[in-house]
C-alpha cells in the first residue's frame, strides 16, 4: 500500500471490480478505517468448512493484531499458517433513491488478505498493552496488567496489511433520469457510532478518570 490515492491494487483478489471508482488503495484510508474500529471479522477454511468470526482488533504499524485464548478454532487454525481474509465495515448512511434497485448506503470498508504470525515475547505484552490503550487510553497505567498464566494462555497474532482494498461511498442517490421525476423522497439516512453515559458497576467504589468522564464527549 502507498499513500496514493490512484494506487493499483496490491493483487489479483483485492482488485475492485464492482463500482471500482469507490475503491482505495491508499494507505492512509486503510489505516483510518482500522482505527475506527473496535472490531473486525475474520474469515478462513478448515475441513469442516468456512468459518467468519468477529473478534477485537487494534493496528500497529503496518499490521492488524487480534487475540484469541489459546484453545479456540480461531488461535488453531489461523497458527497453521491458514489463508485468511479480514473485513471491517462502518455504515455511514441508508440512501434512499427515487426507484428501488438504485438504494444504497454509505460506507466505508476493509478487506486484508494474508497469513496470521505469531506475536511472542517482550512484543505480546506490549502488543496487548497497546489494545488496552485502543479501548481507552491510560486503562493499562490503572487496571491489573495480566499475570504469566493469563499471558501464556492468549495467543497474539498479527497481519500484515500489505495486501489490502478499501471500498466508500458517501454521496447521495443516483436515480436514472428517467425516475428524476416520481413523486418520492430522495436523499440519505444519516447513521453513526453513538457513545452513551458510562455506567459505573454497582460495587464501583473509584471515581471516575478522565477518560471515563468524557467518554460520552469525546467520540
Given at each position: 500500500m502507498?499513500?496514493n490515492?490512484?494506487?493499483?491494487?496490491?493483487s489479483?483478489?483485492?482488485?475492485?471490480?464492482?463500482?471500482?471508482?469507490?475503491a482505495?488503495?491508499?494507505?492512509?484510508?486503510l489505516?483510518a478505517?482500522?482505527?475506527d474500529a473496535?472490531?473486525c471479522?475474520?474469515?478462513?477454511?478448515?475441513d469442516?468448512?468456512s468459518?467468519c468470526?468477529?473478534?477485537?482488533?487494534?493496528?500497529e504499524?503496518?499490521?492488524?493484531?487480534?487475540?484469541?485464548?489459546?484453545?479456540s478454532?480461531?488461535?488453531?487454525?489461523?497458527?497453521?499458517?491458514t489463508p485468511a481474509?479480514?473485513?471491517?465495515?462502518?455504515?455511514?448512511g441508508l440512501?434512499?433513491?427515487r426507484a428501488?434497485?438504485?438504494?444504497?448506503?454509505?460506507?466505508?470498508s476493509?478487506m486484508?488478505?494474508?497469513?496470521?504470525?505469531?506475536?511472542d515475547?517482550?512484543?505480546?505484552a506490549?502488543?496487548?498493552?497497546?489494545f488496552m490503550?485502543?479501548?481507552?487510553?491510560?486503562?493499562q497505567q490503572?487496571?491489573r496488567?495480566?499475570?504469566?498464566?493469563?499471558?501464556?494462555g492468549?495467543?497474539?497474532?498479527?497481519?500484515a496489511l500489505?495486501e489490502?482494498?478499501?471500498?466508500q461511498?458517501?454521496?447521495g442517490?443516483?436515480?436514472?433520469?428517467?425516475?428524476m421525476?416520481?413523486?418520492v423522497?430522495?436523499g440519505?439516512?444519516?447513521?453513526?457510532r453513538?457513545?452513551l453515559?458510562?455506567?459505573p458497576?454497582?460495587?464501583n467504589t473509584?471515581?471516575?478518570?478522565?477518560y471515563?468522564?468524557?467518554w460520552?464527549?469525546?467520540?
Amino acid at each position: 500500500m502507498t499513500s496514493n490515492t490512484n494506487a493499483a491494487a496490491p493483487s489479483e483478489r483485492t482488485q475492485v471490480r464492482r463500482i471500482a471508482e469507490n475503491a482505495n488503495y491508499d494507505q492512509a484510508t486503510l489505516y483510518a478505517i482500522i482505527d475506527d474500529a473496535y472490531l473486525c471479522h475474520v474469515a478462513f477454511a478448515d475441513d469442516k468448512g468456512s468459518h467468519c468470526i468477529p473478534t477485537a482488533c487494534w493496528r500497529e504499524d503496518n499490521f492488524l493484531y487480534i487475540h484469541a485464548a489459546n484453545p479456540s478454532r480461531l488461535a488453531k487454525i489461523l497458527m497453521s499458517e491458514t489463508p485468511a481474509c479480514v473485513a471491517i465495515t462502518h455504515l455511514d448512511g441508508l440512501v434512499l433513491a427515487r426507484a428501488a434497485f438504485n438504494h444504497s448506503m454509505n460506507y466505508r470498508s476493509a478487506m486484508i488478505y494474508g497469513v496470521f504470525e505469531r506475536v511472542d515475547g517482550d512484543h505480546k505484552a506490549a502488543a496487548m498493552a497497546a489494545f488496552m490503550d485502543k479501548i481507552a487510553p491510560g486503562r493499562q497505567q490503572e487496571a491489573r496488567p495480566g499475570n504469566r498464566a493469563e499471558l501464556a494462555g492468549t495467543t497474539v497474532m498479527r497481519i500484515a496489511l500489505t495486501e489490502a482494498a478499501c471500498k466508500q461511498r458517501s454521496d447521495g442517490p443516483n436515480d436514472d433520469e428517467e425516475d428524476m421525476a416520481q413523486a418520492v423522497w430522495a436523499g440519505v439516512l444519516p447513521f453513526c457510532r453513538q457513545t452513551l453515559p458510562p455506567v459505573p458497576h454497582e460495587l464501583n467504589t473509584q471515581a471516575a478518570p478522565a477518560y471515563v468522564t468524557n467518554w460520552h464527549t469525546a467520540n
